[in-house]
Structure formats: C-alpha cells, structure tokens
C-alpha cells in the first residue's frame, strides 16, 4: 500500500470516528499534508527504532520533549496539537 492510499484511509478513518462536524476544516487538513519522501523515510526509522528499544516513559517524554523543543513549537500551538490528537487523529 502506497503512502497516498495510507493517507485516504486514515482520513476515512477519521471521519468516521470523529463525524465530518466535529473539527473544523483547517484542523481537518492539519495532518493531512504530505510529507516529503527523505522526511518520512527518516521518521520511520527514528519511530522504529522507539518502538524496538523499549524505552520506559520517563526516558519516552524526554525523548519527545527534545523533538518538540527542536521543532521550536510555540506552546499554544503545542496545545492545539494536543487537542487534535486527543480527538482521535
């Protein structure tokens, strides 16, 4: 399955548990950008590797907290990530 089929059937997925009304369309599209190939590529391996260490969740935060201080997010945008995922993204 190629990465644009993934992406559809996420979406679908999505407004399936969520309903279309839920979000509004500028949250709807946030995560549905996509994402150059040597990026993607990369945070597959970076995940993988996560997933494969079996890291504890104290050095899990500490982890995502360099990735969120290097991407330079702002904290009221953290918070809108945030609430997008808790909704089921």
């Known amino acids: 399955m ?3 089929q993934q992406m559809k059937m996420e979406k679908k997925w999505r407004q399936f548990r969520l309903g279309e009304d839920t979000l509004t369309e500028e949250e709807n ?3 549905d950008a996509p994402i150059p190939s040597q990026i993607n590529r990369f945070m597959e391996k970076f995940i ?3 997933q494969k260490g079996k890291l504890n969740r104290k050095r899990k935060l500490a ?3 360099k990735v969120i201080s290097n ?3 702002e904290p009221n945008e953290l918070m809108k990530y945030v609430r997008l ?3 089921g993204l």
């Open 85 to 87: 995922v808790k909704k």
């Open 63 to 65: 982890i995502m907290g």
């Open 48 to 50: 993988a590797a996560l």
């Open 2 to 4: 190629d990465s644009k």
């Open 71 to 73: 991407l330079g997010i």
């Open 29 to 31: 599209d946030a995560f």
